[in-house]
C-alpha cells in the first residue's frame, strides 16, 4: 500500500506512522511524503486517523507498488543527457553499444570511435565480468574503469558498465553515468540498496531465472530507497530451448509496458548468443515501441575474450543501425 | 544424409537403395529421385557404388534434412492463391485472421466481412478445439466445417481450420485451403503422414513443450511424404513466466531463418493469451521479415466461447492492421 | 461441479439436467447418477430444484473434479491381475519393466523370462513408437502387438502398451492388459475418449510439457467416459536443464499425492534418459509410496533400436530391483 | 586441464607456468603443486617441458575440474564435528533442520531444544534473508548472528547460517560452522572468493535458474581459492509447473553423484514450498543415498515472517525424523 501523504503532515509523523507499518518513507516528486507498506497490508488495516492524514492510498495489490501503472499512470521520463530523455513521452529508442568487456584501451577506443561516427551517445563495456567459469578471462577490473574514464573525456562519450557484485559496487557508481546491474546480480540487496542512495541512472538487467515479479521488486529496492532512476533491461530468460543461449521474452515485455512505469531496454545480443540472430531481433525489438536497445559489438568478435560467438562486426553494426530509423519511424518513434 | 541420385537413375534401383538403408525415397523438383537415410548415417558408411549414382549427397548433421538450409540454401515459396504467394523471394508478410473457434453462421460471417473489408485473403477459425477439459466447449466439429465450406463460396477467402487429432484428420483435410495442425498434435505420426500424402499447404504449429530439432522433424514427417508445402508456425512455448500464457520465441523463430527453409508464420495470440499484447507483438514479429501473422479476433471477445482473453475486437483489430503496413515497408516486406 | 444425485432419480431427468447445464453425465459405484458441469459454474447458478435432487453436491474449484480427493477422499483402488491390486488401500508398489520397444520374438521373450524368473507380473514394450523423426526405427506396430498377445500367453504376463496416435487406438485397446497413453498423446482426445470406453486399466503418461492441471485434466477425459480405472504416471518433464534428458517431478509427485484419488506410477526411466540415474531415481521414487514403477531394460542395451542410453541390463536390473523390497518396507509398503 | 606437479617442483616454476597459462595454482592434499587451467587448453597446447614436470595431467573436458570425478574418482570427506564426517566413504545422512529465519530468541531457542532432543547435531536459521520485496521482512542480521552465537554456546549445536550478498560475508564467514551461500548469491564471486579462503565447510546451494555445469562451477571457484570443504545442496530449479514452488532436480542428483567428487545435501523444503510434500520428498532423497537433508521446521509456522507455508511443525518434523533411519538403512546409510 502506497500512502501520499498531504503536503504539510510533518516527517516526524511520517515517522512514526512508517514505524508502526514496518513500512518506508520516501520524498515525492510534489514535495509530498510517502510511506510505503507491505503489498499484504488491506486496506481496512489502516487506521482511520492515518488515511486522513492521506492525500491518496494507492493498493497495488502486490509489492509491485512505486514501479506500478496504479500509482503512476504515466511511464517515467529519465535523462541521459543534457538534451536527451528517454521514457515519458520523448518517443525516443536509444541505441547503446560496445563491446563485452574492456579488453585493452586499443580495442575500447576503436568502439567509442564507431559510436561518434554514428551518433551514438552511450558507450557500453564490462571491467568486471560475471563469468561463469573461474578459469575464465574476468574482466580488467579497476583498470576497465579507468579507461572507461579517459574514453569518456576523450570523446564525450556516456559510459554504461555493470556491477556483478557487491565488491566493487562503489566503484563501478562512480565511474558509470548509467550504472548497470548484472543479471546474476539482479537480487543482490547490497547493490541495489547501494542503487537506491545513487543519483544516476541504473538499467537493472532481468535474471535470466527470474519471473517478472521478482524483476520489478528488484527495481522497488532502488525505487523506494529515492532513486527513480530506473530503467529496465529484458536480456533472454532461460528455457528448455537451447539451440539459442536464452529465449527473449517479448510477451514479458508487452506485460511490463502495461503494469510497470519504467523505461525497458532489450538486449538481443545476450538472449539470442550468436550474432546471426541480433539484427532481426533488434529491428524487433525496436517495432515494439521501447525505450532503448543495448547491442555487442567488437572490432575482432573471433578474438574476444568473452562472448566471442554475439558480438557484432563494425560492419554488421553499421548495416544493422542503418536499417533501425525506418522501423522506428513507423511506430512514431525515433532512434537515438 | 541425402542422397540426390543422377537424372536417369531408375525407380528399381532408388527402391533397392533406400531397403538397404532404411531409407525414404521421394520425387524431387527437377525429377531426379531423392533418398533420405537416417541423419545418423556417416559419409563413410555409404558404398561407393551408391555415391556413384548420386549427383549430390547432402550430410546436415542431424535428422533436419529436408527442411535444411544445407539441402535448399532458398527458402521454399507456396502459393496461397492464384497470384499471391509466401516465402521465395515474395518479401511478403500474409496476414490471417478470425477466430478462435466458429460458434455460429452470425460469428463467422461477421469475421469474414472484416476479411472482405481490410482485403484479407484468409481466415482462421477451429471447428475441432483441443482444450484441455472435457468440460468446456469443444468446437462445432464437421459443422463447423460445413459453415467455413459456405463462407469461403460466399465471400471468396482461403480457409485455414485446425485439426487436432487423427479422428477427423481427413475430414480437415478435405476441408481447409490450408490444413493446420495444432501445437498439442504435433507429434501426431497419423496425421503428420497424411498430411504429407496431401497436395495442400499445411501450416505445422509449434508444441509449447518442443524443441526446434523436434518442432523441424515434425515437418520432415510431412516433407518426406511428399508434400513440400509445409509453412512452421511460432506460437509461444511454455517457460517459468506465467504472467502471460506462453513466452514468445523469437530467438528461435531466427534460428529457424538461419537454418531452415520454410516459411513462418508467428501467431502472437496465443503466445501473450492477452488481447493488450498482440499489437505490439504482431509489429515485432512483422519486423523480423516473417512470411505470416495469425491473430485472432472475436466480433465480442467476452462472449467467446474458448480463449476470450485474448481474441480481439475488430476495432482492435483494425488498428493494428493499419499499422503493419509501414513497419513491412521499413524491411522491405508488403502486407499481403 | 459434480451433482450427485439422490438415488431413485431418473435417468431422463439427469439427461435434461446435463443438458440444459452443457454437462456430462454417469453413472457411480453406488447405482447413483453423477452430472459433472464445467468446473466455472458457480454454487448460485445451480437451480434450487436441482440441488433438491442431489444428495450432495461437489465444488472442487476448476475441472479437476471426478480425479479430485474432494470428489473421492480415498485413493481409487485398480485390479492388475485376479489377486492383485494396486491403490486403495493396498500398499503396493507395482514393479513394471520390459523394453522401450518389441524388436524381435528373441529379444521379448528374453525380456518375459526375466520377469517370470523376478516374480514381476506386468511386461512392458512399445509396438508403436513416438519417434520424433521420421528417418528412425518406428515400431514393429501390429506385429509387436501379437507378438506381445503370444508372449502373454506363453509366460502368463500382464502386457502393458503405448498408443501413440489414433490410427492404431483400437488394437492397442484391444491387445493390452493395460493401455498405455504415451506423454506425446497426453492431449489426443479420440484417444481419451477411446480409453473412457475401455474396460481395462489406463496408464497415462504426463506429457512433457504439460502442467499437473492439463495431466489430470486428460484423465478427467478418460473418467468421464466411464472409465474409472486411471492411472497417472510421471516421466518427467521438459527443463532447461539438459543434462538428463528430463527432469523427474516429484514435487509434482506429492501435489498428485495430495490432491487427486488417482494411483501413481513413476518412471524413472524416460526421465533421466541414461541409466547409471535409473536405480537412484528408482530407490527414491519407492521410498514416496508409490502405487508402481516402470523401469526400461533390454538384454542388449547397446544394440537396442530406441533409447539405447537409458535401458538397463538384466544384470543391472536385477541387482536394483533386489534393493526394492527393503526400501518399500521402510515406508511399509511391498513391492508387487 | 589439471596439471599436478611431481613432487619437488618449486612453487616458483610453477607460477611461471601458472602465469604462462592464464591458469590457479593450489597445494594439493600430497604436498604436491597443481596448476588449473582454462577447460579449453587443448592437451597438444600443452609445452612439451611443462608435461615432464607433471606427475598427472588431468583433461576433464570443461570447467568442472577439481570438483570432477575424474580428477578425484572419490567423493570428498567432510568434517561437521570432532567424531562426525559426511561424504567419503562414511554412508552418513546429516540431518538438519531448524526455521527460516531466526526471528527472536525464543523461537530460535525452541529450535535448538528440539535439535538436542532428536540428537540433530547442526541446526539451520537465516539472518540475512534473500527476500525479492523490500517491503518484507529483511532478517534480523548481526543481531540474528549474534543470537546464533549465544544458542551454539549453550546447546552445542553447529550451525549453519547463510550468506546473501557481500556486504555481510565476512560476518557470516566468521560466525557460522557451516557456511551457506543461498541460492541467489550462486554467481557472487565476491562471495564464492571469500568462501575459497575460509578453512570452514561451505554449503553452496543451486541457484534455480542455474544449470548443473554452473552450478559446480561455482563450487570451482571455492575449490581453486583453496578451500576443499564444499557441499552442493539441491533445492528446485524453476519451472514451467507452478503448484509447487520449484521442482526438486532429483535427476540432477544423478549426475552429480556420477560425475562430481563432493557431498550432497537437499533441501525438500524450499523446493516444494509447501510442508504437505516435504516428508516424502524427504525420504526420497534419503533413498537415493545423500550426504544430508535440509527441512525447516519454526514451533509455529503460520506466525513465521518468512516462507510460512513450508514450514514444518515440531510435531510434524518429529513424525518424519522417525522415519528416516529406516529408509536410510535399506539402502546401507546412517541417519546422523
Redesign the interface.
Known amino acids: 500500500m502506497i500512502i501520499e501523504l498531504k503536503r504539510g503532515v510533518s516527517r516526524v509523523l511520517a515517522e512514526a506512522i512508517s514505524l508502526k507499518y514496518?513500512?518506508?518513507i520516501l520524498n515525492n516528486y510534489n514535495g509530498r511524503l510517502i510511506i510505503?507498506?507491505?503489498?499484504k497490508l488491506k486496506e481496512n488495516e489502516l487506521d482511520e486517523s492515518v488515511r486522513q492524514l492521506a492525500e491518496r492510498v494507492v493498493i497495488t495489490g502486490s509489492?509491485i507498488?512505486l514501479a506500478s501503472r496504479k500509482f503512476l499512470t504515466s511511464k517515467r521520463e529519465i535523462r541521459i543527457t543534457d538534451d536527451l530523455t528517454i521514457g515519458g513521452n520523448s518517443q525516443n529508442t536509444l541505441v547503446i553499444t560496445g563491446p563485452c568487456s574492456v579488453e585493452s584501451e586499443k580495442q575500447i577506443r576503436a568502439c567509442a570511435e564507431l559510436c561518434v561516427q554514428l551518433g551514438i551517445k552511450v558507450l557500453r563495456a564490462g571491467a568486471y565480468k560475471?563469468r561463469?567459469?573461474?578459469?575464465?578471462?574476468?574482466g580488467l577490473e579497476i583498470k576497465g574503469l579507468q579507461l572507461l574514464d579517459k574514453i569518456r573525456s576523450d570523446y564525450g562519450l556516456k559510459i554504461i558498465t555493470e556491477v556483478?557484485?557487491?565488491?566493487h559496487a562503489e566503484a563501478v557508481i562512480e565511474y558509470a553515468d548509467i550504472i548497470q546491474i548484472g543479471a546474476?546480480?539482479m537480487?543482490?540487496?547490497?547493490?541495489?540498496r547501494a542503487c537506491g542512495k545513487a543519483r544516476k541512472p541504473v538499467l537493472l538487467k532481468r535474471?535470466?531465472?527470474?519471473?517478472?515479479?521478482?524483476f520489478v521488486?528488484?527495481a522497488?529496492?532502488i525505487l523506494?530507497g529515492g532513486n527513480e532512476q530506473v530503467i529496465l533491461c529484458e536480456r533472454?530468460?532461460?528455457?528448455?530451448?537451447?539451440?539459442?543461449?536464452?529465449?527473449?521474452?517479448?510477451?514479458?515485455?508487452?506485460?511490463l509496458?502495461?503494469n510497470v512505469n519504467l523505461p525497458i531496454v532489450i538486449d538481443p545480443s545476450h538472449?539470442?548468443g550468436?550474432a546471426?540472430?541480433v539484427p532481426?531481433?533488434s529491428?524487433?525489438?525496436?517495432?515494439?515501441?521501447i525505450d532503448g536497445l543495448l547491442i555487442e559489438t567488437h572490432p575482432n568478435p573471433a578474438a574476444a575474450l568473452s562472448d566471442p560467438a554475439q558480438q557484432l562486426t563494425f560492419d554488421q553494426f553499421k548495416e544493422l543501425y542503418g536499417?533501425l530509423a525506418?522501423?522506428a519511424?513507423?511506430?512514431g518513434y525515433k532512434i537515438v
Chains 1, 2, 3, 4 share one sequence.
Not at 510505503?36 to 503489498?39: F, H, M, R
Not at 561463469?132 to 574476468?138: C, D, E, L, V
Not at 537480487?187 to 541495489?192: A, F, P, T, V
Not at 528455457?239 to 529465449?247: A, I, L, S, V, Y
Request: charged share 20%; aromatic share 14%.
Open positions: 514496518a513500512a518506508v510505503v507498506t507491505s503489498g509489492d507498488q560475471p561463469t567459469s573461474p578459469y575464465s578471462f574476468q556483478k557484485d557487491g565488491s546474476k546480480a537480487y543482490d540487496h547490497s547493490i541495489l535474471g535470466f531465472g527470474s519471473n517478472l515479479q521478482e521488486q528488484a522497488e529496492f523506494c533472454g530468460i532461460r528455457t528448455f530451448e537451447n539451440f539459442t543461449r536464452f529465449t527473449l521474452d517479448l510477451c514479458g515485455v508487452s506485460w509496458k502495461e538472449a539470442m550468436f546471426y540472430g532481426d531481433l529491428r524487433a525489438a525496436v517495432a515494439m515501441g536499417t525506418d522501423v519511424k513507423a511506430i
